[in-house]
Each structure stands twice: as structure tokens, then as C-alpha cells.
């Protein structure tokens, strides 16, 4: 069975720009969640997809949105780019998501800010 | 959530075996507690999970006591691959899907 893919790998922009990145989950997943990783802040959740629906938020600026498709797979966008939001983006995806259900994580996209 | 306490660093030889312990003294009774393990670049890696006792698999074995404030997690005889960030996750809410990673183990294992 294939895991999560994240695209693209990598990805360089300018301040004030937008970004959309994209997740494909585990075949039968229906749970998405989205996650930052920088080496100041660590690994700061960011939202939850499930069944198309944002079922959970972290707390980030809504700069950073988020949707889900009929299929589960996922899209991240973060406009009016900063700086700051130079990080390792990954998702995560698990069958139906709670307390018990192992997440499957992507290899993430590494977003540079210029 | 509860919150979680681990090292942030740990040394080891190869062949030896580590063990890293997390506190989270205020672990709700259904929370479960799960055992992450990620390299540089990569997505985390799901390793182990339990709710009480000992649980093992073919990576590790996670010990949990009886009062739950506390988890190891146990890598057998560890080689040079072993060395990564090690996180420990409790709980999430119902019906949420919401994990927050402490700053994780910096486990480093030298030949």
C-alpha cells in the first residue's frame, strides 16, 4: 500500500506570496491533519480534515486555510507569505482519526521564504 | 492535553539498550500514549502505543506503570539507524485528531 505523499518536495518563495501544498493519504484514509515543523517551535499542529470538513484548528493566523476533496486528499494554502513561515510542512493521514488511530506521516514539503 | 516531559538528549552505544521516559503527570483516564520516532528531513514514524502495562512489537516495548504519570519506551540492542528524535504523545480529545509533540529525544547512537 503506497503512504502519504506530499507535493512538491520542495518549494521557494518571496514574502507576500502564496503557496499551495498537497497531500495524498494512505488509500482509505478519510483523516488529514496538517503539522509545521520548525527548529525553534518543533512540530505545532495546524488543522484536521475529516470527511471534507475542518474538524479541528490549531492555533496559526488564518493566513493558513486548508480544504479536503471527495477523495481525502488534502490541500494546505498559507497567502501573504512571511518569513517566518519557512518550516517543514507535513500531513498526516489515518483512517478515521481519534485517540487511538495511528497517523501515517508524508516526508513533508520544505518551504523556504525569501 | 496532557503534557509531556522527556529528555532532550541521550547517548548510546550500538548493540546497547536505551530506554526514555516521559512523564505526563496529568494523563487523563482514556488517554493512550504513543511513541513516535522521526530523521532528520522525514515525517515522524509511528513506533509503539499503549494504554497500560507493557506492550512490545518488532521495533520496541513500552512500559507503562500502573499509576500512567510515566512511560518508557525500550529500544533493543540499538545500531547506528537508531539515532533520531524520539517523541512521546498523550492523549487526544474525542473525536479529534489533534497531536501535540513535545521537543521530542535527541537519541544518538555511537558505534
Known amino acids: 500500500k503506497a503512504g502519504v505523499t506530499q507535493t512538491p518536495r520542495y518549494l521557494i518563495k518571496t514574502r507576500g506570496q502564496q503557496v499551495t501544498l498537497s497531500c495524498s493519504p494512505i488509500?482509505?484514509?478519510?483523516?488529514v491533519s496538517w503539522y509545521q515543523q520548525t527548529p525553534g517551535q518543533g512540530l505545532q499542529f495546524l488543522f484536521e480534515?475529516?470527511?471534507?470538513?475542518?474538524?479541528n484548528k490549531g492555533n496559526f493566523p488564518g493566513r493558513f486555510s486548508g480544504r479536503q476533496f471527495s477523495n481525502s486528499r488534502s490541500e494546505m494554502n498559507v497567502s501573504t507569505l512571511e518569513l517566518g513561515d519557512s518550516a517543514l510542512y507535513l500531513c498526516?493521514?489515518?483512517?478515521?482519526?481519534?485517540?487511538?488511530?495511528?497517523?501515517?506521516f508524508g516526508p513533508g514539503t520544505r518551504l523556504t521564504v525569501l | 492535553l496532557a503534557k509531556t516531559t522527556q529528555p532532550i538528549s541521550m547517548d548510546s552505544y550500538e548493540g546497547q539498550e536505551v530506554n526514555i521516559t516521559c512523564s505526563h503527570n496529568?494523563?487523563?483516564?482514556?488517554?493512550?500514549i504513543t511513541w513516535y520516532q522521526q530523521f532528520p528531513s522525514q515525517g515522524p514514524r509511528f513506533i509503539i502505543q499503549g494504554y497500560k502495562t507493557k506492550v512490545t512489537n518488532e521495533v520496541a516495548s513500552l512500559f507503562i506503570p500502573a499509576d500512567r504519570k510515566s512511560s518508557t519506551l525500550s529500544l533493543p540492542r540499538v545500531s547506528l539507524s537508531d539515532t533520531a528524535v524520539y517523541y512521546c504523545l498523550v492523549g487526544t480529545l474525542n473525536n479529534n485528531n489533534d497531536m501535540r509533540f513535545g521537543a521530542g529525544t535527541r537519541l544518538t547512537v555511537k558505534p
Open positions: 496529568n494523563i487523563a483516564t482514556n488517554d493512550y
Open positions: 498526516a493521514s489515518s483512517l478515521v482519526g481519534g485517540r487511538t488511530d495511528t497517523q501515517y
Open positions: 488509500s482509505g484514509h478519510r483523516s
Open positions: 480534515y475529516f470527511s471534507e470538513t475542518q474538524r
